[in-house]
């Protein structure tokens, strides 16, 4: 996986830029695209709770990858979709889901000596996608230029974007 | 309202319930597995099953004059020769792929290996830790708990308002 500060700051970006077009992609929206982001990242609880501690305990096979493979990562978006009330649900499961895309997206992009993805649509498929990666997880160049490419769009939606708003709305008072 | 409350309950209940079970799923090897097969920690426990596989691991150098590298985790590990490699150094972080020729010598080829020093794992989880803050701080920042609506709504102003964007879309 690419770092997580790499994922965060591409949703961020992402977000923005959508809220360009769409009027109920707001700040709160723009929060839940980055929250979605770090989703399938919460395999990394292997490092709190192992594996082994829970299947020595409580006698059951355990995999945290569950996580950061389709069928997890659609599970755990919509219980945090869930976890508002019903009037938000819909817009804030569509932010949950184009920041956890953002996050395989990027992945997928990650160098692998096989040539292989990891089977990122497991449990529907344990296809793997051949790909010439071009960065791996401990690269800086990719978390400078999440860092640039949020830092120019939110610029642009300050200084550009900000502007328009406001000259609409000056338009719009008598 | 309340209807609606114990409708969102229930239906994350039964998620989680869901995800529980993926957990159990992803734990086994069939009738696919969501990891590429076989793990570090199969191997150390078993290298004998795997003899003549395409294998694909990240260890640690522990001697890199005789191309000695450590996979596994926790009680689980094992010192494999990678056979092929390029130059290493003790004590970097090496991802390769290669055939398992008995079970402790893996083949690969220099295009099939990537090296990382320590301290660039170091760099990641670090990176990684800023990122998972940062989420957190701006969720924080515009969202906040209802209790009569058991949800999370968003703030009528941000905790710290970094501009002049109509909240409510």
């Known amino acids: ?174 | 309202m309340r209807a609606e409350i114990v409708v969102r309950l229930l239906l994350i209940a039964v998620l989680v319930l869901a995800l529980a079970y993926l957990f159990v799923l992803a734990g086994a090897k069939e009738p696919f597995s969501p990891k590429v097969e076989p793990s570090a920690e199969a191997f150390a426990g078993n290298a004998q099953a795997y003899i003549g596989d395409e294998v694909e691991f990240t260890g640690v150098v522990v001697d890199a004059d005789s191309a000695q590298v450590e996979i596994g985790s926790h009680d689980n590990t094992v010192v494999i020769t990678l056979v092929g490699a390029p130059p290493l150094e003790d004590g970097q972080v090496v991802t390769f792929e290669g055939t398992a020729v008995d079970a402790t010598t893996i083949e690969t080829t220099e295009d099939r290996v990537v090296t990382r020093d320590a301290w660039e794992y170091y760099y990641m989880y670090t990176a990684s830790i800023v990122g998972a803050i940062l989420a957190l701080l701006v969720a924080v920042n515009y969202w906040t708990f209802a209790w009569r609506q058991v949800g999370f709504v968003p703030r009528e102003q941000p905790i710290i308002d970094i501009g002049s964007r109509d909240m409510r879309g």
């Open chain 1, 1 to 174: 996986m690419a770092e997580l500060l790499t994922h965060v700051l591409a949703a961020l970006a992402i977000g923005i830029i959508l809220s360009w077009w769409l009027r109920w992609v707001t700040p709160p929206m723009i929060a839940a695209a980055m929250v979605g982001a770090t989703l399938p990242d919460l395999n990394r609880l292997g490092i709190i709770l192992p594996e082994t501690v829970i299947r020595s305990t409580f006698e059951v096979t355990w995999g945290w990858t569950a996580f950061h493979r389709l069928g997890g990562t659609l599970l755990v978006v919509l219980i945090v979709a869930l976890m508002v009330p019903r009037h938000y649900t819909i817009p804030v499961l569509a932010m949950l889901i184009v920041g956890a895309t953002s996050h395989y997206a990027l992945d997928i992009l990650l160098w692998r000596p096989s040539g292989l993805t990891s089977p990122l649509f497991w449990p529907l498929s344990d296809y793997r996608i051949p790909i010439q990666g071009v960065y791996l997880s401990s690269d800086r160049w990719p978390t400078g230029l999440a860092i640039l490419t949020a830092g120019i769009v939110l610029w642009i939606d300050r200084r550009v974007m900000g502007r328009a708003i406001d000259h609409d709305v000056d338009e719009r008072t008598p």
